[in-house]
């Protein structure tokens, strides 16, 4: 769950941070909440390959034997790395068109903000796929208290660094505005990938190290990641057409509908953390041939998703007027 919801947190808190500028916020908080939100909406869906990953690992483990998937792992962090660089480099060189396309027009203002934000953010993008994937490799592992304590790690350094690079320091740090949020994410992400891969190698029997034979589960691996990567990439269809409607009705709209859309992908990752879980668990009864277990399981998570929609629906709804309330402060 803290791995799903860093990513929207950090974007929140890019949001939250940028209102206190001053000077244009209004702008640069829909400018950061769009970008925010379309690198959020590209590591949901590339970062899938974590929960192919994960599944394989997972089985295995049920099995009692990992060895067959030691070579897999190197191998698919090259290859997510490789398709981060590519994405990123991609989308930031042609986020002009990009924006136009996904948002409609919009104040030039509002596009130089997003614009600055998306750039920079885009460095840490394939970063944010190798800690997924990471991730992945310890939740196949059926640990999840490593994710966990980076995530805080790295949630609490962003935040830190949002302060201190967006407000400045006097006599030591000049206010960086939008570009700060932006570098303080790409820092802590930095942080982040360090942390899991002293954690791989202590606790962990997998390495980073290439072999020169492609692990033959490597097919089975990508099959399950495009499966998952369509289902996600029809859904943001929906989002997309929403940013565009949405930025049709000015700049005050727009920055409001950012910060309710970031609140969105916010729980959803949450509720889907606890899919992720049972993707884990699952796995694992899968290897040991334990199939009671796993059916016990899907009516479990099934319960649990339920009934964390119904109850965070309802913290929202009778939560909104301070919501409002306490995102307008933030915005100054």
């Known amino acids: 769950i803290l791995f799903n919801i860093t990513e929207p947190l950090i974007g929140l808190a890019d949001i939250a941070i940028i209102g206190q500028i001053g000077e244009n916020a209004t702008q640069a908080q829909g400018g950061v909440g769009l970008a ?20 394989i690992i997972s089985k295995h483990f049920g099995q009692g034997d990992v060895k067959p998937i030691i070579s897999l792992i190197p191998q698919t962090l090259l290859l ?36 600055e934000y998306f750039v920079i953010r885009s460095i840490g993008l394939p970063i944010s796929l ?51 949020v932006a570098w303080a994410s790409v820092s802590a992400q930095i942080l982040m990938l360090l942390l899991c891969i002293v954690f791989l190698y202590r606790y962990t029997p997998f390495d980073i190290r290439l072999r020169k034979t492609l692990n033959p589960l490597f097919g089975d691996m990508l099959k399950i990641f495009v499966n998952m ?61 334990d199939k009671k277990t796993l059916a016990i399981l899907g009516k479990k998570l099934m319960s649990i998703n339920l009934m964390l929609a119904g109850g965070l629906s309802l913290v929202y709804i009778c939560l909104s007027p301070v919501l409002g309330s306490f995102l307008m402060l933030l915005s100054g």
């Open 36 to 55: 925010a939100g379309l690198i959020a909406t590209l590591i949901w869906g590339l970062a899938q390959m974590r929960t192919s990953l994960s599944a």
């Open 80 to 115: 997510s790395a490789l398709m981060g660089i590519l994405i990123a480099f991609t989308t930031a060189y042609f986020y002009d068109n990009i924006a136009l396309f996904l948002y409609g027009k919009m104040s030039a203002l509002t596009f130089d903000f997003s614009n």
């Open 130 to 180: 190798l800690i997924a994937l990471f991730f992945g490799i310890f939740r196949g592992f059926q640990n999840t208290l490593w994710a966990m304590y980076i995530s805080l790690i790295g949630g609490t350094v962003n935040i830190v660094l949002d302060l201190i690079l967006v407000l400045g320091i006097e006599g030591f740090i000049v206010p960086m505005g939008v570009a700060g």
């Open 229 to 289: 990567f369509i289902r996600t990439i029809v859904l943001n269809i929906v989002f997309i057409l929403a940013n565009r409607y949405a930025n049709k009705n000015g700049d005050i709209q727009l920055a409001a509908y950012t910060i309710g859309y970031n609140i969105w992908i916010f729980s959803s990752f949450f509720i889907d953390g606890f899919a992720n879980a049972g993707n884990a668990l699952a796995g694992k009864y899968l290897g040991a041939g």
